[in-house]
């Protein structure tokens, strides 16, 4: 009677180095992943985890050599790697996706700005037809940047014809107002002022309520398109601290029109930062299912791939008990053996 040989074959080898470089990887975003429920201990769970499965993964294998069912092993293996897939995912989605939350969310701020000063213009009384005001709008805010201007700060050339420009379309002189020291800033402020109260009726606390609306307008569309420009590691360090600091003065602005023009009149409602819950599970998971595309398909398959592919292989290529003998158990090693006939002449 012949033994059945135990020699480790090329599939075995296969396997071994394949599973343990998808577990190796699957415990590193597992830590990762675990870290802001589980804090230092995160490590030590993602290394049990693993080593469960690299162990399930040994057993299922075993399993099937013997003939043994492998349905129950298979079981626990799935429960135990889907907190790893949790983790992964939470891991995986933040890193490959951070940047992406944090320019969305600041662009949606950058909307909600536009829309608070068109929302509350809108309540406002003015001298002059809806396109004339418009127009007026327009041309303001490019003299506020003009006066501004770093290269050629003040009222000079370019900034006197966007004042003519108001002139001509309002038919009202527009006074040239002098800066205090260097302080364009304050200056570029006071001329916006004169022409808004040029072309509307308003109280002085309105006028004040247009007047910061406006400057928090031109103030945070420049920061946030400054941010957005930055580098992938530079803008997710300093995107937060901006979305925190916007949506504070976005906030306290639109609280402000709703008392001065009454609920009635304009109804605001705040906004909160939602990319604070970043590197959350159950943020990640939920702005995968709201947002899901090409970039949420590629992690999840990848997630896929770090902790269910390795048992799907072993399953599929380990041959059940009778099926190969003498090689050790191996796929690649299936020779058929026997006795050979040889024709006599």
Sequence with gaps: MKKKSNAIGPSEIFLAILAILLISVSFYQTWLGLEQIFGNASIVIAFVLSLLLLFLIYMIRQAKLEGRPTGSLVGIYIFVASFCFIANFNALYTRFMRTDIYSTELRTINEDFNNLQANVGSKFNYKYSKETTQNVEIIKKQLIEQIKDPGNKGIGTRAQSLIKDIEKLTNQKVDLLTPVGNDYQDL???MGKQIDNMISDLSPEESNLKSDIDLAVIK????IQDVLLLPK???D???????????TAYNKLGNRAQTILTADKFKFTPEFSKTQEVGKIGFAFEHAIKNFGVYQFVVLMGCILLDFVIVI???LVTPENG????NGGSVFNNKRSGRTLIPKN
Excluded at 220 to 223: G, R
């Design 233 to 235: 590691k530079e803008q």
């Design 220 to 223: 945070y569309n420049k920061k």
């Design 323 to 326: 099926d190969s003998n003498n």
């Design 237 to 247: 360090e300093a995107s937060q601290g901006l979305i925190d600091e916007s949506l």
């Design 188 to 190: 570029a402020e006071r």
């Design 313 to 315: 292989i072993v399953l």
